[in-house]
């Protein structure tokens, strides 16, 4: 039977059908639909949402020497949180067969930074394996699970943004129950510190035995050609761009990009008169043949280090025909660049804090928008909990009108240790939580601010206020987040407040499904009253526009009532459609 | 030619991805290799959205990305978006179908000054085949504007080599029972305006 996938639903599939029984991951673009996937089609597989990508990975690695076969997902800067566990995993090595997957983003569409995890792989003596469409998604799942058994390795399997984000026709098969593995008390394969010396050799070993694998292993795979004047050594969704652009190329396929094969590349580019390494992201493969002393290669110099790949880039470079440019002359072809929602809480909280004029130290979630018109009023912004750091920091240098704001799911997956430093090192620290219960930028996830699990089901919601005042944080407060005076005022007592401290600005995000199905009731503008002042178009909603009269318009069925325009209407020109009835 | 690349532009919230899902359904359904990819940045919500659809009887369709000047038809929503994609259109063989609406992007200052009110003249006098179509006037008459995604997607399947049952059994598969009349009223209309 074929089914037509998201790359991620094929891994989904894959690892259902492989009998896996554990699933945990942290939501992150893009490789957020492999476990919603798992929640809504597939949940014997056991999948959960984890505090972060660490927690989620340790988990992981739980359950797999507890015998169990074991998926953990995570985008790739997720891998550098897990990292601590991630690179010593392999020196007692895993029971059941465990996959994690590392979702890179070459074209950084959804992400910090372009990091190619190949290369921490390549710290961590983690086997990688790199699908080229659905299809292998799913099959490479399986085989992942396989080969992590075979080797007792965790497998690293490697997507990026568009393999996770495409969809093909996927071959599908049924679950395949797979039998526990016996878990024994082994002191001197799992407590790695104490018998580091015993199992440090054995992470060669296992490596080495890696390496004779990958020079024969189907990952890997040899497409001769007769003219033997060009031949292409690829990897990932690159393959599929060398078939459409290059149809009469010899290719080397790589399935597996590390432990890599020195064999067979130097067999492959024995056999042609240039050799093209085309691979997304860095040069990993490509500095491996230079290494090997390979000479007759073309790489990184005409194809680019930057940005995501396509037909059309390999094209250019290969001079084979530039394709057409935008139209640009005579249009002016604006940019629509994203914004927060209608309605959304985290409007009030930037207009208060550039009223405020102060410095923000931002952290990763939709309120990055804040640092873009209108607002303009975050000013840095790095990793997954940095906003509550760098505002420590800035403190130190002198800027003590910093003011820190990180959202709910963010703050419990890396804002919890820096906000006990901050008391501890005796801090001035302003926190502004954004409380919306939810992991809003990649799609309103659960986590343990929202009271519910991946499943659905109810569970103890962190009291968040009472969690920052046992780290000793002397003023905690709760605003409602629509309320944009009392925002403005709480967050000026905060800054004033002698010692840390913390407002919540609280409001569900209007993202989930339980907000997005609750009956509302829009505000209409009456024209009689209003003076075309422009205030409501200061909020920047974007459900208010002009009418040809130049009045506000609220579209009805976007207003979610969330009160800021009414708010700041100076003649109360703003009202509840029934009221106005 | 054998390989169908057709390029869905909107801004989210539109519903270009639907329409090009119910193609790449139908492509399916009709025996099709298809691939389909969506492209979009920080946030969907208002942002541009592209989607690229591919479709192919012969042979495996390889890439799921369009190249600029290939597609045989670009499918905007809206005008600005149909502009930004424009060049995606094969210039000898394609089709560029353009909603006649105008979402003013909120967030860029003067925009409705600087907005493309002209962009479907502006393309026809580069000499590409350009059918603007009242869309979104359509789908309100109907009784609901969101359905213009798909009025337009039944004038593109005008030009698809998609049987029309076939058309119609994806949208009755795929569309929840609420919504289906009027979107197969929608989808009649769009075909309609092509004849």
């Given at each position: 039977m074929r089914e037509f996938l998201l790359g991620n639903e094929a891994i989904a599939r894959g690892a259902w059908e492989a009998g896996v029984k554990f699933v945990s991951g942290y939501p992150g673009t893009p490789s957020t639909e492999i476990i919603e996937t798992l929640a809504m089609r597939f949940p014997e597989t056991n999948p959960r949402w984890s505090a972060n990508e660490k927690v989620a990975f340790e988990e992981g690695m739980g359950a797999a020497i507890g015998g169990l076969r074991v998926l953990v997902t995570m985008k790739h800067v997720g891998l550098n949180v897990a990292a601590d566990a991630f690179m010593v995993f392999p020196y007692s090595g895993t029971n059941g067969g465990f996959v994690v997957i590392s979702a890179d983003d070459p074209g950084m569409h959804s992400s910090q930074n372009e990091q190619d995890n190949r290369y921490l792989a390549r710290v961590g003596k983690v086997p990688v394996l790199e699908p080229s469409d659905a299809q292998e998604c799913h099959d490479f799942m399986i085989a992942g699970l396989e080969l992590s058994e075979q080797f007792k390795s965790p497998v690293m399997l490697r997507t990026t943004t568009r393999l996770a984000h495409h969809k093909g026709l996927v071959e599908v098969g049924e679950r395949?129950?797979?039998?526990?593995?016996?878990?024994?008390r082994d002191a001197k394969r799992f407590s790695v510190p104490i018998y580091r010396l015993i199992r440090r050799p054995e992470v060669e070993k296992t490596l080495n035995a890696l390496t004779d694998y990958a020079e024969t292993c189907s990952f890997?795979?040899?497409?001769?050609?007769?003219?033997?004047?060009?031949?292409v050594v690829t990897s990932g969704i690159a393959y599929q761009y060398v078939k459409e652009v290059m149809p009469n190329a010899g290719v080397l396929r790589l399935g597996m990009t590390f432990p890599l094969p020195a064999n067979l590349l130097r067999e492959f580019c024995s056999q042609y008169e240039t050799v093209y390494v085309i691979e997304e992201g860095e040069p990993f493969i490509e500095e491996y043949m230079r290494n090997l002393g390979i000479t007759n290669l073309k790489g990184k110099e005409i194809f680019g280090l930057i940005g995501e790949y396509s037909p059309g880039r390999l094209r250019s470079a290969l001079a084979l025909g530039d394709p057409p440019k935008p139209f640009t002359e005579q249009v002016n072809l604006i940019p629509r660049p994203p914004m927060m929602c209608v309605g959304c809480g985290h409007r009030t909280v930037f207009a208060a804090l550039k009223q405020l004029k102060v410095t923000v130290s931002g952290d990763i979630g939709c309120y990055t928008m804040g640092a873009l018109p209108p607002y303009e009023a975050e000013h840095t912004t790095f990793c997954m909990g940095a906003s509550i750091g760098v505002a420590v920091g800035l403190e130190q240098a002198g800027h003590e009108d910093t003011v820190a704001i990180i959202g709910d799911s963010t703050f419990i997956h890396s804002g919890i240790p820096p906000l006990i430093d901050a008391v501890y090192n005796k801090s001035q620290l302003t926190l502004v939580i954004l409380d919306n219960s939810a992991t809003g930028m990649t799609g309103s996830q659960q986590n343990p601010a929202s009271g519910k699990n991946l499943l659905g089901e109810e569970t103890p919601k962190l009291d968040l206020e009472a969690f920052c005042r046992a780290t000793g944080?002397?003023?905690?407060?709760?605003?409602?987040?629509?309320?944009r005076k009392e925002i403005v005022n709480t967050i000026r007592r905060a800054i004033a407040y002698k010692g840390p401290s913390v407002v919540i600005a609280r409001g569900p995000c209007n993202q989930l499904p339980?907000?997005?199905?609750?009956?509302?009731?829009?505000?209409?503008?009456?024209e009689e009253l209003c003076t075309k002042c422009d205030a409501c178009f200061k909020v920047w909603c974007p459900a208010i526009t002009r009418t040809e009269q130049n009045f506000p318009v609220i579209a009805a069925n976007e207003c979610t009532s969330c009160t800021v325009c009414a708010q700041v209407c100076p003649t109360d020109a703003i009202k509840l459609a029934e009221a106005f009835a | 030619m054998n390989t169908y690349s057709l390029m869905f532009a909107g801004v989210g919230g539109q519903g270009s991805l639907l329409i090009a899902e119910l193609t790449s359904l139908a492509a399916v359904s009709a025996g099709y290799d298809t691939k389909q990819t969506e492209v979009h940045g920080v946030s969907q919500r208002g942002g541009s959205v592209e989607t690229h659809v591919r479709f192919d009887r012969v042979a495996k369709v390889h890439s799921p990305i369009i190249t600029p000047g290939e597609a045989f038809a670009v499918i905007g929503l809206e005008k600005l978006e149909a502009l930004r994609f424009a060049h995606y259109v094969d210039p000898k063989n394609g089709t560029i179908f353009i909603n006649d609406h105008e979402l003013i992007p909120a967030s860029v200052a003067d925009a409705e000054k600087i907005y493309p009110h002209?962009?479907?003249e502006y393309l026809k006098s580069m000499g590409l085949r350009v059918i603007a179509l009242p869309a979104s006037k359509l789908a309100r008459d109907l009784g609901d504007g969101r359905m213009a995604n798909v009025v337009l997607l039944g004038a593109l399947s005008t030009i698809l080599p998609i049987p029309q049952d076939v058309w119609e059994k994806t949208i009755k598969h795929r569309i929840p029972a609420k919504y289906l009349e009027g979107?197969?009223?929608?989808?009649?209309?769009?075909?309609?305006?092509?004849?």
């Open positions: 395949r129950e797979v039998e526990k593995k016996e878990f024994v890997n795979r040899m497409e001769h050609n007769d003219n033997k004047s060009i031949g944080v002397g003023s905690v407060e709760v605003v409602d987040t629509w309320q339980e907000i997005k199905k609750r009956h509302v009731i829009p505000f209409i503008v009456e | 002209e962009t479907v979107n197969l009223k929608a989808y009649q209309a769009g075909k309609e305006m092509m004849s």
